[in-house]
T-cell receptor
Framework: GAVVSQHPSWVICKSGTSVKIECRSLDFQATTMFWYRQFPKQSLMLMATSNEGSKATYEQGVEKDKFLINHASLTLSTLTVTSAHPEDSSFYIC???????????FGPGTRLTVL | EDQVTQSPEALRLQEGESSSLNCSYTVSGLRGLFWYRQDPGKGPEFLFTLYSAGEEKEKERLKATLTKKESFLHITAPKPEDSATYLCAVQAGQAGTALIFGKGTTLSVSS
């Protein structure tokens, strides 16, 4: 149990376009989801906390107008990278909190490459 | 400031050579300490949650322990498939708050 999926697993886009990444909890309801970014050989960097039905809370230094987060249901959160640029290329990972176990389960990640 | 430090940064073992990874933490109001395994190009895979000092949990060749200042991940007779980055994270304060991650220990096990 406690499976989290992400789609797409990888995406290549041109500079200036927007990209949407979906994060789904498949077998539990997640009131809270988190979005992370990971650079090569580095640990996870928290970008934002997403609560179902409310606005996301962004970490300091993360542009909320660039990284739009929507948590429309208890099983789905989306991250939209708007007007992507090469410096936005990274590995994006979501996690979902399973309330009964108070444990975060991670998705497989999305590799974004902006040309 | 809440902080998590993992050591060593990298560890190379021969198959069957047991060892331990360390995670020391400074946090006010520890709610839980988590261990994850991450393979290259994949998301972290949940291993254990520890809640209070003295607690231990085991899964196959892995055993996690917790004291008031640190946690150890013991690997007994590792196999090459245990090669991965092991991440330690703590949660403080209220339920649902974000995890604070260490930088990880990259384990390489050779046959």
């Amino acid at each position: 149990g406690a499976v989290v999926s992400q789609h797409p697993s990888w995406v290549i886009c041109k500079s200036g376009t927007s990209v949407k990444i979906e994060c789904r909890s498949l077998d539990f309801q997640a009131t809270t989801m988190f979005w992370y970014r990971q650079f090569p050989k580095q640990s996870l960097m928290l970008m934002a906390t997403s609560n179902e039905g409310s606005k996301a809370t962004y970490e300091q230094g993360v542009e909320k107008d660039k990284f739009l987060i929507n948590h429309a249901s208890l099983t789905l959160s989306t991250l939209t990278v708007t007007s992507a640029h090469p410096e936005d290329s990274s590995f994006y990972i979501c996690s979902a909190r399973d309330p009964p176990r108070d444990t975060q389960y991670f998705g497989p990640g999305t590799r974004l490459t902006v040309l | 400031e809440d902080q998590v430090t993992q050591s060593p940064e990298a560890l190379r073992l021969q198959e069957g050579e047991s060892s331990s990874l360390n995670c020391s933490y400074t946090v006010s109001g520890l709610r839980g300490l988590f261990w994850y395994r991450q393979d290259p190009g994949k998301g972290p895979e949940f291993l254990f949650t520890l809640y209070s000092a003295g607690e231990e949990k085991e899964k196959e060749r892995l055993k996690a322990t917790l004291t008031k200042k640190e946690s150890f991940l013991h690997i007994t007779a590792p196999k090459p498939e245990d090669s991965a980055t092991y991440l330690c994270a703590v949660q403080a304060g209220q339920a649902g708050t974000a995890l604070i991650f260490g930088k990880g220990t990259t384990l390489s096990v050779s046959s």
